[in-house]
């Protein structure tokens, strides 16, 4: 059974820090790059970093650079969003998705920054 699965949110102050995490499980996680998404309140659905299946790939919306780190552990199918300096536009859910073919899709986790 394919599974991705988030976890790691949660509520924090403006300038606080999460680590979002993303454990994959039933199909081949090292052949995928790896993306996550987010969905504020009232807005669409937004990427916010990338990484290759190798990590060798890395790329950040604008929005987030500088304070979001993504990484991944191949070793144990999971993937890691590093989140700093964190602002109450920050908010939303938090998605993981394999990309390839097929897509794969977490069910979200969600972050509320408060001020």
């Known amino acids: 059974q394919v599974q991705l699965v988030e976890s790691g949110g949660g509520l924090v102050h403006s300038g606080g820090s999460l680590r979002l995490s993303c454990a994959a499980s039933g199909f081949t996680f090292n052949n995928y790059a790896v993306r996550w998404h987010r969905q504020g309140p009232g807005k669409e659905r937004e990427l916010v970093a990338t990484i290759s299946a190798s990590g060798t790939y890395i790329y950040y919306a604008d929005f987030v650079k500088g304070r979001f780190t993504i990484s991944r552990d191949n070793a144990k199918n999971n993937v890691y969003l590093q989140m700093s300096s964190l602002k109450p536009e920050d908010t939303g859910v938090y998605y993981c998705?394999?990309?390839?073919?097929?897509?794969?899709w977490g069910q979200g986790t969600q972050v509320t920054v408060s001020l």
């Open positions: 998705n394999a990309k390839g073919e097929p897509d794969y």
